[in-house]
């Protein structure tokens, strides 16, 4: 007894004209696709609309990944680390890729709820241009509270946190002048001002040095508008 091989496209198929008529099936198919498209543009509203009314969604609490769930104070505190913004998506000028709607999408439809008040975490620049870093896109839940929906980019330069350590008070930006000044102070050659170099000459030197280095970062400072990140790291401004 010979047994015929099993054609996978017709299986497929039968499976198909079990669920769907065959006579209407183009029919269904284009609805879906409108139906889809549908749900996406009032994604795509939602993303882009804000309201001076406190935003709140309402998930089923036997689908919520517990590991997504950050308070408001939680992100402030990275947000300062790493010099990030958090805020409405409507600011966001990066491209919004399509795995982060896809994943709007199905959460959505696993809680049976429409999104609303999205914000987004990522560095300052992201909101005026577009960069390959990192963008984390939250939901809120109420009660300070948000979900995280989606991830991506690429993760921040190792360094970040430490480099951004010193812009996050006007105490530790002293202490980068401190450090700079006393680097370029071991730099001049020994000489150039005096004949005989001694300690009070080169402490004359870094005094030197350390006031011209704060004048520059202060005017700097003052002509760009620049801040500490704990000032910006929810601020809407430009020139923050």
């Known amino acids: 007894m010979?047994?015929?091989?099993?054609?996978?496209?017709?299986?497929?198929?039968?499976?198909?004209?079990?669920?769907?008529?065959?006579?209407?099936?183009?029919?269904?198919?284009?609805?879906?696709?409108?139906?889809?498209?549908?749900?996406?543009?009032?994604?795509?509203?939602?993303?882009?609309?804000?309201?001076?009314?406190?935003?709140?969604?309402?998930?089923?609490?036997?689908?919520?990944?517990?590991?997504?769930?950050?308070?408001?104070?939680?992100?402030?505190?990275?947000?300062?680390?790493?010099?990030?913004?958090?805020?409405?998506?409507?600011?966001?000028?990066g491209k919004l890729p399509i795995s982060a709607l896809s994943a709007i999408k199905e959460l959505e439809k696993k809680h049976q709820t429409e999104l609303i008040g999205f914000k987004i975490m990522a560095p300052s620049k992201l909101f005026k241009l577009e960069n390959a870093d990192d963008p984390l896109l939250f939901a809120p839940m109420g009660n300070d509270y948000f979900y995280l929906i989606h991830k991506w980019g690429n993760d921040l330069h190792p360094m970040r946190k430490s480099m951004m350590w010193f812009f996050k008070s006007f105490e530790n930006l002293l202490i980068l002048t401190f450090l700079i000044s006393l680097l370029v102070t071991f730099m001049v050659p020994n000489g150039m001002f005096t004949k005989h170099s001694n300690a009070s000459t080169h402490i004359m030197i870094f005094f030197f040095m350390f006031k011209s280095l704060a004048a520059i970062v202060l005017f700097y400072g003052v002509a760009l508008g620049k801040n500490f990140n704990s000032a910006i790291w929810n601020s809407k401004y430009f020139n923050a």
């Open 2 to 93: 010979i047994v015929s091989r099993t054609n996978i496209e017709k299986k497929l198929s039968a499976l198909r004209n079990k669920e769907f008529d065959p006579e209407t099936w183009e029919y269904q198919v284009r609805k879906i696709f409108e139906r889809e498209e549908s749900h996406e543009n009032k994604i795509l509203k939602n993303l882009d609309t804000s309201s001076s009314i406190i935003a709140k969604n309402y998930f089923d609490p036997d689908h919520l990944d517990t590991h997504r769930i950050y308070h408001l104070d939680q992100i402030k505190s990275i947000c300062v680390d790493y010099r990030l913004r958090f805020l409405d998506f409507k600011y966001f000028k």
